[in-house]
């Protein structure tokens, strides 16, 4: 049975860090694009980030660019998400999503992914 499950959330000052671990069970990570989305209370789910099978090619949104960093051990089955100068903004609900291809190229966007992970809780605050 396929299944993702996050981990590394919890409650951290602005401008500290966290890593947060994707840890895929059920299939080889090889083939699959993984992504990073987000909800925050009240809003919609938003995409923060995706990583391409090969890991040859990243994305993120504009709003995490430069702080956030998308990689992944494939021998490990785990994507990681490493989150730094996180701001009070950053707060949400952050899961992963996996879609089983080998294209080049990714983005971080809802519809194109298959499979979900439970969600692991990031608190911003002081």
């Known amino acids: 049975q396929l299944q993702l499950v996050e981990s590394g959330g919890g409650l951290v000052q602005p401008g500290g860090s966290l890593r947060l671990s994707c840890a895929v069970s059920?299939?080889?990570?090889?083939?699959?694009?993984i992504g990073w989305f987000r909800q925050a209370p009240g809003k919609e789910r938003e995409g923060v980030s995706c990583?391409?099978?090969?890991?040859?090619?990243?994305n993120y949104a504009d709003s995490v660019k430069g702080r956030f960093t998308i990689s992944r051990d494939n021998a490990k089955n785990t994507v990681y998400l490493q989150m730094t100068n996180l701001k009070p903004e950053d707060t949400a609900i952050y899961y992963c999503?996996?879609?089983?291809?080998?294209?080049?190229?990714?983005?971080?966007?809802?519809?194109?992914?298959?499979?979900w992970g439970q969600g692991t809780q990031v608190t911003v605050s002081s």
């Open positions: 999503a996996a879609v089983a291809t080998v294209q080049a190229l990714c983005v971080p966007r809802i519809s194109r992914y298959d499979y």
């Open positions: 059920g299939f080889t990570l090889d083939y699959y694009r």
């Open positions: 990583i391409s099978s090969s890991g040859g090619y990243t």
